[in-house]
């Protein structure tokens, strides 16, 4: 059985920085490449980062590149993203997921392998 825990968020102010960590377990994850998806109020999902299981190939959604940072620990099967420098239009909640780069559709993709999501507020 596939479990997801998901950790981190909160609200900041602009400027400010946040951890989101997932917790997986119950399938091969140091063999699976991972995703970062986000929903904000009123808006579709929007992918915004990707990393390959060996690390080897990361990418960004233009709008966070230089600002968040995927990493992953495979010895501990977890995935995080580092948000910094956060902006108002960052207010979102964010899923881990098993979701390919450029991700367009829903939550009903591998949806076993989707974190309960993070609320992220930025506000002065």
């Known amino acids: 059985e596939v479990r997801v825990v998901e950790s981190g968020g909160g609200s900041v102010q602009p400027g400010g920085s946040l951890r989101l960590s997932c917790e997986f377990s119950?399938?091969?994850?140091?063999?699976?490449?991972m995703s970062w998806v986000r929903q904000a109020p009123g808006k579709g999902l929007e992918w915004i980062a990707y990393?390959?299981?060996?690390?080897?190939?990361?990418r960004y959604t233009d709008s966070v590149k230089g600002r968040f940072s995927i990493s992953r620990n495979n010895a501990k099967n977890t995935l995080y993203l580092q948000l910094n420098s956060l902006k108002s239009e960052d207010t979102a909640r964010y899923y881990c997921?098993?979701?390919?780069?450029?991700?367009?559709?829903?939550?009903?993709?591998?949806?076993?392998?989707w974190g309960q999501g993070s609320q992220v507020t930025v506000s002065s």
């Open positions: 119950g399938f091969a994850f140091s063999n699976t490449g």
């Open positions: 997921a098993k979701v390919p780069p450029d991700y367009t559709g829903d939550y009903s993709y591998e949806e076993n392998y």
């Open positions: 990393m390959k299981y060996s690390g080897s190939i990361i």
